[in-house]
């Protein structure tokens, strides 16, 4: 191999290397989802049902005040 040749594949050699060190911008936005166990998917459900079972008491207990006040106002 000759001078110049030597000299050329070194240059693209370190033209790669500085070409690799560059970090490209990312052109989705979406973020890596993460794994989630088996454990936490029933933990997060069991969260899930008690809120909505919350929610679900908190109408009731309305609904029923609600109607308690419309039946002593009609009287």
Do not use: C, F
Request: proline share 3%; net charge positive.
């Amino acid at each position: 191999m000759n001078r110049k040749q030597e000299m050329i594949k070194k240059l693209a050699k370190r033209a790669k290397a500085r070409a690799n060190k560059v970090v490209p911008s990312n052109p989705s936005t979406k973020t890596v989802e993460r794994y989630i166990s088996k454990a936490d998917r029933e933990k997060i459900a069991l969260a899930q049902a008690a809120e909505q079972a919350a929610d679900t008491s908190e109408t009731t207990e309305t609904t029923v005040v609600d109607t308690a006040t419309e039946d002593s106002d009609n009287k």
